[in-house]
């Protein structure tokens, strides 16, 4: 029998590992199979609700792997429908997800989930509640994982129908500073056996770490990578990103033309608007200029008030004039939608506190 002092975390696992851990009990491949659908596609919480197995056989897998799905500890709910899930790891540290549903008023009717991928963060970005927090360590591929599969079986004890559309990985932490664990689930999520989620449909945000995205233009995935600049120069940008000391402006954006090089993919540049920091439009110059000649998207985001923070977020006047001086010199933006901020929800507010 397998040994469970190694950890092995079965909902990281994929049917063929699946299968060639049970083979040693004498279990057909089909039967990992079966087990890989019943843990992803359909989130169930323990082997107990495997009813297509044997007993024998389920009473030795939860001998052999035991997992511990994360604990719920709160449910927000904003004005706007959006959800907010306070989680609860083995040893008691908190992170957050965030469950956005878009009606189809605007775009496709869908259901999408920020995922964290590290409780806290290391990088100390300035307008971020998470970076405020500090570091406590990367999540595993079965708590990255669990956020899917409990909001999932959260809500289909509700509606049996109910599936997440998108996956963004743009909750708490850094997720390249987490890069194995996020490939291996995001290859998970995209298995059709499994959530299905189409490649397309996944964003993995970065802060712009050099050597992690060139290692991840080498899987070639058809995925959107979302840089956050939210600065179009270098000193700017270090005042709010200490990151841009390590990889400045000039590295980061030669990584962004290796990575389109290699992939064939835009990016979409992810970019926060301050009010009196980076929403003049002398600053929406700049970042025509940086971005010239790149295959890329802009995605405005108004700043999202946090604690201890004195940074504000422009005018509406103001957000239209920054946007539309964009879209006049040819580049594509996008004004992100406003979702989850009354409970401190939306972009750069998630702090993993009750």
């Known amino acids: 029998m397998p040994d469970c002092k190694k950890k092995i975390e079965i909902r990281a696992l994929n049917p063929e590992e699946i299968s060639a851990l049970i083979a040693v009990w004498g279990e057909k491949p089909f039967r990992g199979q079966q087990i890989f659908h019943w843990l992803q596609e359909k989130a169930v919480p323990s082997f107990d609700e495997m009813t297509n197995l044997s007993l024998d056989l389920r009473k030795k897998l939860t001998h052999a792997f035991p997992f511990v ?24 540290l908190n992170l957050e997800s965030v469950l956005l ?85 995001i290859y998970l999520l995209n298995h059709q056996d499994g959530q299905n989620i189409g490649m397309r449909r996944i964003t993995l945000s970065t802060c712009g770490l050099v050597p992690q995205i060139d290692l991840l233009a080498e899987e070639k995935l058809d995925l959107v990578l979302a840089i956050s600049l939210h600065a179009p120069t270098n000193q700017l940008r270090q005042q709010l990103m200490p990151i841009n000391q390590q990889y400045p402006l000039e590295e980061l954006m030669s990584a962004c033309q290796r990575y ?76 992100r939608e406003e979702k989850g901020s009354d409970i401190a929800g939306a972009c750069g507010q998630l702090a993993g506190v009750e």
């Open 69 to 92: 799905p994360l604990k719920m500890l709160k449910e927000a709910v904003s004005k706007d429908g959006t959800r907010k899930y306070l989680w609860e790891t083995v040893e008691g």
């Open 101 to 185: 549903f878009h009606q189809g008023e605007r775009t496709r009717k869908r259901n999408t989930l920020c995922v964290s991928t590290q409780i806290g963060c290391p990088l100390g970005c300035q307008f971020c509640a998470t970076g405020k927090l500090g570091f406590r360590r990367n999540l595993t591929v079965n708590e990255i994982m669990g956020q899917v599969l409990e909001v999932t079986a959260h809500w289909r004890k509700k509606d049996k129908e109910f599936k997440i559309n998108n996956v963004v990985y743009m909750g708490m932490g850094e997720p390249l500073l987490n890069l194995s664990a996020v490939l291996r689930s």
């Open 260 to 335: 389109i090089s290699k992939t064939g993919r835009r990016i979409t540049f992810e970019y926060l608007l301050i009010r009196g920091v980076n929403d003049s439009l002398d600053q929406a110059q700049k970042l025509v200029d940086l971005l010239r000649n790149t295959a890329a998207n802009v995605n405005l985001i108004p700043l999202n008030p946090i604690p201890a923070s004195d940074l504000e977020r422009p005018t509406a006047v103001q957000i239209k004039k920054f946007a539309s001086f964009l879209r006049k010199k040819g580049i594509n933006v996008v004004l």
